[in-house]
């Protein structure tokens, strides 16, 4: 249009079309947004502007497009005009109210109410009245065509029997001798005042109770709950949907697993308490799974049971792996062997960590809570793991509960509908990696335990080999003679401290030795409820000493054990079950994770698609302007 005014009207171009310029003049309505006496908008009841209209009269401009005289035109083709459209809003300062009163005139929601669908065009069963239904076959045949009618029609015909009855609760039942429909009306929000996120629904709608689902509940306001959950209707069907609204046993049995985090004391670690931060780091996840009980008026007992249930599990595996003694036992400097003559010189701690073995008024210190093979380094680094991935599923859950506490507020800023789409799903992606992380972490764990089971089988193996014939009499534990502890004692005397195939060789026996069998366990077997085998491995008995609640080892030669082949085999056979039993539990394992990780890549998926579904609405509308 500016290249037709900046050369003249008319204009030639190819193809043998002229181009000329024409104006008229036009009637229209401008709203502008009401205002009270304040200066604020006024809304009606749904939330929309209030507008006022005035009829003004503008000039249009467009350009006519002919054929030079000589051609023929084909149908249709002779004269075309091109309108030239300003967009509200298209400049910067636009009035937002307007503009929303704009698309609200130009492309009406037919609620039921406000606007309604033509009368002319109104469905078959539209005129019955709600009190002419009173048998079975009626409310069935009409049930079945409401369903077929527009959102619009459905609003608009169960308000009029609302009215025609007098009904102020917005339920409108259909009873018959042995049918019934419970059709309920959305809670319209009040005219003044501030609602939350999720409360009232944008537009007026109907509910048929006798069809919702748990997943029409999972996305319906909140306000519209409390009406449907009031309804008989709904609560001859709630169980079978697996929805409740008794709060309060579920608040009861999070504030349970509460007590259980609070109160919980170490039994091998001399009854401390867990650290504050990991106590928090579950009491926080409780708090805000009551604080979203609190504002649903019906809810999914299995899903809120199994939430718990998760975080239950987590907390019994942290706590495992936090109840294990971390007295280092390792003989070395400043540890020489103790006379069993002077029991004096015995630390404070000496019967939590130590069993003195004595022989010839020679002592080593032996181990009485082994679980592992490498100081508890790989435990100690488990906890820690679990400690900080529940801290981390903690942050992503207030973060998520922050924003939609905060009506789509972050740092803020109000995030357009892609960008909270995009910002929760990532959230949950991320709390799945967390999830994904602590899973691996026990399989890790797993994996040690099976390593420490390995040494023992490997010293098994010796002992077997010893034989040359089945039937022999009984041979050593792995070789190693009978007075290899006496010999260690000696060893020690003469060249502290141990080299590191003793020790691990000797935690080995403490960790399977019958005489150790009221010793803590692994963290494995507290939560798999593994039974770790054992052995009558070391000759004597424990007896307490004179001081400090010390133990003895009542023993004057051949300290260690000697068995006959077929002992040694079927020790060796229980050891080859209990791996049988953690590998199995590995895999178990290795699925949950293959499935927390699709789960967490489709929330990854969804978060991308809500970006690029944004970037090709935006793309759309600039080609069609």
Do not use: C
């Not at 075309?80 to 009163?101: E, V």
């Not at 917005?170 to 059709?183: D, E, F, K, M």
């Not at 070395?332 to 010839?360: I, K, M, R, V, Y």
């Not at 007896?543 to 300290?559: E, K, L, R, V």
């Amino acid at each position: 249009m500016r290249w037709l005014k900046s050369l003249g009207s008319p204009q030639t171009i190819s193809g043998g079309y002229v181009l000329t310029l024409e104006t008229s003049s036009e009637t229209y309505q401008k709203g502008a947004a009401r205002k009270d006496a304040s200066g604020n908008y006024v809304y009606d009841n749904y939330g929309r502007p209030v507008m006022d209209y005035t009829t003004q009269t503008r000039t249009v401009e467009k350009v006519a497009i002919t054929q030079v005289e000589g051609l023929i035109p084909s149908a249709g083709q002779k004269q075309s005009t091109i309108p030239y459209y300003n967009l509200p809003g298209s400049s910067s300062g636009g009035d937002g109210a307007l503009n929303r009163a704009t698309a609200d005139a130009l492309f009406p929601v037919k609620d039921g109410l406000n606007t309604t669908m033509p009368v002319a065009d109104r469905p078959p069963g539209f005129d019955v009245k709600a009190s002419d239904l009173t048998t079975d076959d009626a409310i069935n045949a009409f049930g079945r065509i409401f369903n077929t009618w527009h959102s619009s029609y459905q609003v608009e015909w169960v308000n009029a029997n609302l009215k025609a009855q007098a009904i102020t609760n917005g339920v409108l039942l259909l009873q018959g001798a042995t049918t019934s429909i419970t059709y309920v009306a959305s809670v319209p929000p009040p005219a003044n005042g501030t609602i939350s996120l999720g409360e009232y629904s944008a537009t007026p709608r109907i509910y048929q109770v006798n069809t919702l689902t748990k997943d029409n509940f999972a996305t319906m306001p909140t306000k519209d709950q409390e009406r449907i959950v009031a309804t008989e209707a709904f609560k001859h069907m709630a169980s079978s949907l697996g929805l409740s609204v008794n709060k309060q046993q579920m608040i009861d049995a999070a504030n349970v697993l509460r007590g259980q985090v609070t109160n919980y004391k170490a039994s091998n670690r001399k009854f401390v308490a867990l650290p504050p931060d990991a106590q928090q780091a579950f009491t926080d996840q409780i708090d805000l799974l009551i604080s979203r009980l609190d504002k649903m008026s019906v809810f999914s007992q299995t899903d809120i049971q199994s939430q718990l249930t998760e975080l239950q599990t987590r907390f019994n595996r942290l706590a495992a792996f936090f109840n294990v003694s971390e007295e280092n036992w390792r003989p070395g400097a400043g540890q020489a062997p103790l006379n069993t003559q002077d029991l004096s010189t015995l630390p404070t701690n000496f019967s939590e960590t130590w069993l003195p073995l004595g022989n010839d008024n020679d002592v080593i210190r032996v181990p009485k809570n082994v679980v592992s093979l490498d100081d508890n380094a790989t435990i100690n680094s488990g906890y820690n793991v679990f400690l900080q991935q529940e801290m981390r599923i903690r942050d992503m859950k207030e973060t998520r509960a922050s924003v939609a506490a905060g009506d789509g507020y972050m740092n803020g800023k109000k995030l357009d509908a892609p960008s909270m789409i995009y910002y929760f799903q990532s959230q949950y992606n991320l709390e799945g990696e967390a999830k994904v992380t602590v899973e691996t972490e026990e399989v890790k764990q797993q994996n040690a335990y099976l390593k420490t089971i390995s040494v023992m089988q490997e010293l098994i193996n010796k002992s077997i080999a010893q034989f040359q014939k089945a039937d022999e009499g009984p041979k050593s534990f792995a070789g190693l003679g009978p007075d290899f502890l006496d010999n260690l004692a000696k060893q020690i005397n003469s060249n502290p401290p141990l080299n590191e195939a003793d020790i691990q060789t000797l935690k080995a026996i403490f960790m399977f030795s019958d005489k150790s069998n009221d010793a803590q366990k692994n963290p494995l077997e507290v939560l798999r409820g593994l039974s770790r085998p054992r052995l009558d491995l070391v000759r004597g008995n424990i007896s307490t000493g004179p001081q400090n609640g010390g133990y003895m080892w009542d023993n004057a030669s051949n300290d260690l054990q000697s068995h006959t082949h077929p002992q040694w085999s079927n020790y060796g056979t229980q050891l080859s079950e209990l791996v049988t039993l953690v590998n199995q539990e590995s895999q178990l394992k290795m699925n949950d994770i293959n499935s927390l990780d699709r789960e967490r890549n489709r929330h990854f998926d969804l978060a991308n698609s809500a970006l690029q579904k944004m970037a090709d609405l935006l793309q759309n509308i600039s080609q069609a302007t």
